[in-house]
């Protein structure tokens, strides 16, 4: 392999972005596009301000797809073929990582040797293709999670299925391979370390942010007349894909609760779901209208699909409370872009979301997920709403996606120095003289 090129300014000239089982390009809020596709599209921006290219590769699910994209400037999305375009689940998808391996590897064979500089996978499925795209190129694996099965498993909404040992497998083995491991929050580098092993030394914690011109406070009159809600009603807000991990379903009971201990709110109260479903969720699509019905609260509730980001940014303006009551959130990106629009949050205090909200400050955090004290916590954030919206913006403003691009940026540079110095060493050590056989491999290295 021909040695690296550097860059004149020291950083990456490009990076390979991998996002197997979803496309930046895709809604989020719906199928399996989430919080993952919204870093990735704002983090590939930011990187190509800084003058580094980014190439992000995807599946393709449609025939109808052009197999390259130009997503904005310095940003292209390539689609690969890899299986059926369609009806293909993602628990399928690791039957075609060999298909989707090989797509990737071909377009860099089109270019010099040294074409990327770093392969940054997202998802374990990515992370997968990543490794071997790092042995194939010389260059670091920066590889980010998202979720962790480990952790899913142990916090396993009702009716909903484990994750499998394959991709438990599958993620033990990125994470030790990876150069880098980029975890949302203290506490997900905890769990890499604790539950899969990850070198403290290769793990890293790097926020998201929320893009603080886009969601910004305003007129709330002015987001209920946007988004059709009374503006003397009581609104409280979901955001996010319908599936037990979620729990949606926690919202509407305790919605019911509130009501039980106040009837005269019935003529005040509305909750907005803002969604479609995914994952075990589509087997059951209309479940959660059902259970609005059952409660006596199907008056009360409306759905919306999911929403452009300028669009939700009035949606968040226009509640007076978003609930966040997943069973588990490796950061909770709605909590954020809610708070920077000036409307606290009531959430689970699971996973990344005592980061993404302070207690007390900026929302309310819930141990477990009744909706009992859910119901509690809305009442305790609408007593001090005003207070709490101020807290909510302050707290919102100490991330942005300059931030994690900068910190990336340094987790790219740092690994390949060091890839460059582990690459070095058999030079220096000929230099020196006759390579030493290391015990037991019969092999100079």
């Given at each position: 392999?021909?040695?690296?090129?550097?860059s004149?300014?020291?950083?990456?000239?490009?990076?390979?972005?991998l996002?197997?089982?979803?496309?930046p390009?895709?809604?989020?809020?719906a199928?399996?596009?989430?919080?993952?596709?919204?870093?990735?599209?704002?983090?590939?921006?930011?990187l190509?301000?800084?003058?580094?290219?980014?190439?992000?590769?995807?599946?393709?699910?449609?025939?109808?797809?052009?197999?390259?994209?130009?997503?904005?400037p310095?940003?292209?999305?390539?689609h690969?073929?890899?299986?059926?375009?369609?009806?293909?689940?993602k628990?399928?998808?690791?039957?075609?990582?060999?298909?989707?391996?090989?797509?990737?590897?071909?377009?860099?064979?089109?270019?010099e040797?040294?074409?990327?500089?770093?392969?940054?996978?997202?998802?374990?499925?990515?992370?997968?293709?990543?490794?071997?795209?790092?042995?194939?190129?010389?260059?670091?694996?920066?590889?980010?999670?998202?979720?962790?099965?480990?952790?899913?498993?142990?916090?396993?909404?009702?009716?909903d299925?484990?994750?499998?040992?394959?991709?438990?497998?599958?993620?033990?083995?990125?994470?030790?391979e990876?150069?880098?491991?980029?975890?949302n929050?203290?506490?997900?580098?905890?769990?890499?370390?604790?539950?899969?092993?990850?070198?403290?030394a290769?793990?890293?914690?790097?926020p998201?942010?929320?893009?603080?011109?886009?969601?910004?406070?305003g007129?709330?009159?002015?987001?209920?007349?946007?988004?059709?809600?009374?503006?003397?009603?009581?609104?409280?807000?979901?955001?996010g894909?319908?599936?037990p991990?979620?729990?949606?379903?926690?919202?509407?009971?305790?919605?019911?609760r509130?009501?039980?201990?106040?009837p005269?709110?019935?003529?005040?109260?509305?909750?907005?779901?803002?969604?479609?479903?995914?994952?075990s969720?589509?087997?059951?699509?209309?479940?959660?209208?059902?259970?609005?019905?059952?409660?006596?609260?199907?008056?009360?509730?409306?759905?919306h699909?999911?929403?452009?980001?300028?669009?939700?940014?009035?949606?968040?303006?226009?509640?007076?409370?978003?609930?966040?009551?997943?069973?588990?959130e490796?950061?909770?990106?709605?909590?954020?872009?809610s708070?920077?629009?000036g409307?606290?949050?009531?959430?689970a205090?699971?996973?990344?979301?005592?980061?993404?909200?302070?207690?007390?400050?900026?929302?309310?955090?819930?141990?477990?997920?009744?909706?009992?004290?859910y119901?509690?916590?809305?009442?305790?954030?609408?007593?001090?709403?005003?207070?709490?919206?101020?807290?909510?913006?302050?707290?919102?403003?100490?991330?942005?996606?300059?931030?994690?691009?900068?910190?990336?940026?340094?987790?790219?540079?740092s690994?390949?120095?060091?890839m460059?110095?582990?690459?070095?060493?058999?030079?220096?050590?000929?230099?020196?003289?006759?390579?030493?056989?290391?015990?037991?491999?019969?092999?100079?290295?």
């Amino acid at each position: 392999m021909p040695a690296r090129r550097p860059s004149r300014s020291g950083l990456p000239a490009r990076v390979a972005t991998l996002s197997v089982h979803t496309s930046p390009l895709d809604q989020p809020g719906a199928g399996d596009a989430g919080g993952m596709n919204v870093y990735i599209v704002e983090v590939s921006r930011r990187l190509a301000a800084r003058g580094i290219a980014v190439d992000v590769f995807t599946r393709a699910t449609s025939s109808d797809l052009p197999p390259v994209v130009e997503m904005s400037p310095g940003v292209t999305v390539r689609h690969v073929s890899a299986g059926p375009f369609e009806g293909l689940g993602k628990e399928e998808l690791p039957a075609q990582l060999c298909a989707f391996t090989a797509a990737v590897l071909r377009e860099e064979a089109q270019h010099e040797p040294g074409y990327y500089d770093v392969v940054h996978s997202h998802y374990w499925l990515s992370g997968q293709v990543g490794w071997l795209a790092r042995d194939r190129w010389s260059v670091p694996l920066v590889h980010t999670a998202h979720t962790l099965a480990k952790v899913k498993n142990e916090a396993l909404a009702a009716g909903d299925r484990p994750e499998p040992r394959a991709r438990v497998i599958g993620e033990e083995q990125v994470v030790a391979e990876a150069d880098r491991l980029i975890a949302n929050t203290d506490e997900e580098a905890r769990q890499l370390v604790r539950l899969y092993g990850a070198d403290p030394a290769r793990t890293l914690v790097v926020p998201p942010g929320v893009d603080l011109d886009r969601f910004t406070p305003g007129s709330r009159t002015a987001a209920r007349r946007a988004t059709g809600m009374a503006q003397d009603a009581v609104v409280l807000l979901f955001v996010g894909r319908i599936q037990p991990l979620k729990a949606p379903d926690v919202l509407l009971a305790g919605a019911a609760r509130m009501l039980a201990a106040d009837p005269g709110l019935r003529a005040r109260l509305e909750v907005h779901v803002v969604g479609a479903p995914s994952g075990s969720g589509l087997e059951a699509p209309r479940q959660l209208e059902q259970l609005a019905g059952s409660l006596g609260i199907g008056d009360l509730v409306r759905f919306h699909p999911p929403q452009p980001p300028d669009r939700l940014a009035e949606f968040y303006r226009a509640a007076d409370v978003t609930v966040v009551p997943s069973h588990n959130e490796s950061f909770g990106l709605v909590a954020l872009e809610s708070q920077a629009c000036g409307t606290p949050v009531v959430a689970a205090a699971v996973g990344g979301l005592p980061t993404a909200v302070r207690d007390g400050v900026s929302g309310v955090l819930v141990d477990g997920h009744d909706p009992v004290d859910y119901a509690a916590a809305v009442r305790a954030v609408l007593a001090r709403r005003e207070l709490l919206a101020a807290g909510a913006r302050r707290h919102a403003a100490r991330f942005s996606w300059d931030r994690t691009a900068d910190a990336l940026v340094d987790a790219y540079v740092s690994a390949a120095a060091e890839m460059a110095a582990a690459q070095a060493w058999p030079l220096r050590d000929r230099r020196a003289g006759p390579l030493r056989a290391l015990p037991g491999l019969g092999v100079a290295r």
